[in-house]
């Protein structure tokens, strides 16, 4: 069984400590923040951790801030793995990157593809052959249509629907 550094020990911290628990793939799991009692060390302190943790994830939820600190780990030799709750479905073809957290009660269908460092929240639905670019955190009950495209950073509100923009060729929409 693995171990499990959460950068982040606020709202996210504890959103991506419940998926990783409810996955039972860690056997340990320790936060660093600047700013809570519950953590072991501070952000900066990721490198001093990589003999005691092999598996690393950032809760931050400034997207910039996420991302870049997902690099850093990488090169610090982490494990950066997508969080996936059990209750979550997850078409065999989709593609998430390192990082990314799928809460409960999600849909992330055929083909998808989800940048690095994503949050997608609980109840979202991402239709098929869609595209969500890296450090996004897509709200609860967030919809994204079909081949639509979600540049990167973006939040979303919550229940809101992002659709692909279709062109009228004859009597042909596509």
Do not use: W
């Not at 600190?69 to 479905?89: K, N, S, T």
């Not at 849909?107 to 869609?130: K, L, R």
């Not at 670019?133 to 249509?145: Q, S, Y």
């Amino acid at each position: 069984m693995r171990k499990l550094l959460i950068l982040g020990a606020g709202q996210y911290g504890m959103v991506a400590r419940e998926i990783a628990e409810a996955m039972g793939q860690f056997e340990h799991i320790s936060f660093l923040d600047d700013n809570s009692s519950a953590a072991i060390g501070r952000l900066s302190d990721f490198d001093r951790y990589t003999i005691d943790f092999d598996s690393a994830v950032v809760a931050i939820g400034n997207a910039e801030t996420r991302l870049k600190l997902i690099e850093q780990l990488v090169a610090a030799g982490y494990d950066v793995p997508v969080l996936i709750h059990p209750r979550a479905y997850v078409a065999p073809s989709a593609e998430i990157g390192r990082g990314s957290f799928i809460e409960p009660m999600t849909v992330i269908h055929t083909d998808v593809t989800i940048g690095m460092g994503c949050i997608i929240s609980a109840g979202t639905i991402i239709n098929h052959n869609a595209v969500v670019g890296e450090g996004c955190h897509l709200n609860c009950g967030t919809i994204v249509g079909a081949r639509a495209n979600v540049p990167s950073c973006t939040k979303t509100d919550y229940a809101q629907i992002i659709r692909q923009i279709m062109v009228c060729e004859g009597n042909r929409v596509g």
